[in-house]
């Protein structure tokens, strides 16, 4: 007798539960999109590389201290715009060893395998926005290394909130986008690292 009166106790506090439970202050709610700019929160931004290692693996680096602006009108959303720009000397990856080999000079005064010791930042500004419910294609022009060329970011809403700690309105997106580093005249090792680079886009933007 005492198992169905525990099920009943369960069941009769199951609602008290879920209403003391704690809800995620970002969620996937158009609605909670103000018009206006945002500026891009380093602290929680962040685009991750991947290339083929060899034909045997694939790797994985990141850039954070993303900067930059979203300017967006829920009423317009064509109209949006971003602006950001990715501070390529902060690459990162597991290894010490490849993340200063990414980063060193050229030996005996030739050009560096990859970026060297002093890359300039990379810059990514929309040229248009298609926007589909809660994902969008965004055409816009990609300065890495010095060279600019057109990439197409495949974009996806991920929630909107407000910050409970600094209390600010933040919208979060997520994107993808494939390029060749080849494009932008890094063509060290290639076939053996790949060519083709995938990039994984997370980027909160806090209103101003």
């Known amino acids: ?5 525990a099920i009943l106790a369960l069941a009769a506090t199951a609602p008290l ?3 003391s439970a704690p809800q995620v202050p970002g969620q996937m709610d158009a609605t909670r999109v103000v018009a206006g700019s945002s500026a891009a929160d380093p602290s929680h931004s ?3 590389w991947e290339v083929n290692h060899f034909g045997f693996s694939d790797y994985i680096g990141l850039f954070g201290d ?3 602006t979203l300017t ?3 009423a317009d959303l064509s109209a949006a715009s971003v602006d950001v720009t990715i501070q390529v000397a902060k690459v990162t990856t597991a290894s010490a060893g490849l993340t200063d080999h990414l980063l060193r000079p050229g030996k005996d005064g030739a050009k560096p ?3 060297g010791p002093e890359p300039s930042d990379a810059h990514f500004v929309s040229t248009s926005v298609d926007a589909n419910g809660n994902a969008a294609t965004i055409e816009g022009n990609l300065t890495l290394n010095g060279i600019t060329k057109p990439v197409t970011l495949d974009a996806e809403f991920t929630g909107a909130g407000n910050n409970p700690y600094n209390k600010k309105l933040t919208v979060g997106f997520s994107a993808t986008t ?3 580093r080849s494009d932008f005249g890094i063509a060290t090792a290639i076939p053996l690292v790949s060519d083709t680079v995938e990039l994984e886009i997370h980027v909160a933007f806090e209103k101003n």
Do not use: N, S, T, Y
């Open 72 to 74: 967006i009108d829920p």
């Open 113 to 115: 395998d990859f970026f």
């Open 46 to 48: 962040l685009i991750a």
């Open 1 to 5: 007798m005492r198992l169905p009166f």
């Open 17 to 19: 539960l879920a209403q």
């Open 178 to 180: 494939m390029i060749k």
């Open 66 to 68: 993303v900067a930059g």
